[in-house]
């Protein structure tokens, strides 16, 4: 079976660091390229650190950099305090001499460019993907899927709100015309990667191999959580999980729905309504219910010491 072609569109970010070294562990998929926007830091650190990941990966493929803040929003906030003001808990990676190109033209291009149809994985929040949908809608069309971190579902509280997620919540504008654009859609949404939880003990093949990538996974997973060391903490994965559906279905049990983006409420800026009857209308998007938790570990943990292995070697 042939690789599926996948554009990974990302505010890394500690999470996102990982779930881009997956993509790169993992066969199943062809990454094409991989597109930074504002989220979890500033444009400038989540453009730097897309860059520096593919150096350290050595990725060849282009790097583009997209929205430096939402559409139409102003009153956002990055999120330094949960992902070090570098954006990768201060773990520096050498920096890249990468020239990065317009992020959002190059998702277009990509697109167009693909002899197969291309799976977009939006795992920050969705300022590009608005963007492509607005400006390159024949590209847009032509997505084969949009595998998105993002949202959730009420019985698991937001990240930023009771009940907003942060990716939504950042640009609930962009998420409000992605989410009615008519691709397909899957929703990885933090009522699935609260069942997510890995730790350092989930990882034995990973810590055993002790190369570059268990280093920063290692410090990614300590500074992420700030765990003070515990090596039994195990906290949510939320975009190294989107990828792992990509790469592995398997992992996710989804559920067909309606799902729109609160973007007025004063209260729910941000909350994905997720409507499991068909009141609302045609489903819009497969979301998220249940996760296999150790095949997702077990997919983690041996594609991630593959990796460092391969890295090692070189
Ligand atoms: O709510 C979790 C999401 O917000 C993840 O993508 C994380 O990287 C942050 O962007
Ligand atoms: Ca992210």
Known sequence: MSARPIVIDT??????????????ACPEVDLRGIVAVAGNVGLEHTSANAAALAD????????????????CRADVDFAPDVHGENGLAGYRLPASTRTLQPGVPLLARLIEESPD?????????????????????????????????????????GNVTPVAEFNIWFDPDAAARVFAFGVPITMVGLNATHQALVGRKHLPGLFASGGPVAEIVGRLLDGYYDVDGDPGAAMPQHD???????????????????????????????????????????????????????????????????????????
């Open 11 to 24: 505010d890394p970010g500690i999470d996102d660091a990982l779930a881009i070294m997956l993509a790169a």
């Open 240 to 314: 190294s999980l989107a990828i792992a559906a990509v790469v592995d279905p398997a992992v996710l049990t989804t559920v067909p729905a309606f799902v729109d983006v609160e973007t007025a409420g004063r209260l729910t800026r941000g909350m994905t309504v997720v409507d499991l009857s068909d009141a609302s209308g045609e489903p819009n998007c497969d979301v998220a219910m249940q996760v296999d938790v150790q095949r997702f570990r077990h997919l983690l943990d041996t594609r991630l010491s593959a990796l460092d292995a391969s890295l090692r070697q070189v």
């Open 117 to 157: 149809p291309v799976t977009v994985v939006p795992i920050g929040p969705l300022t590009n993907i608005a963007m492509l949908v607005n400006e390159f809608p024949k590209a847009a069309r032509k997505v084969e899927r949009f595998v998105i971190m993002g949202g959730g579902t009420l019985d698991v509280p």
């Open 56 to 71: 350290l990966l050595r990725l060849d493929v282009p790097i583009g950099r997209g929205a430096s803040g939402p559409l």
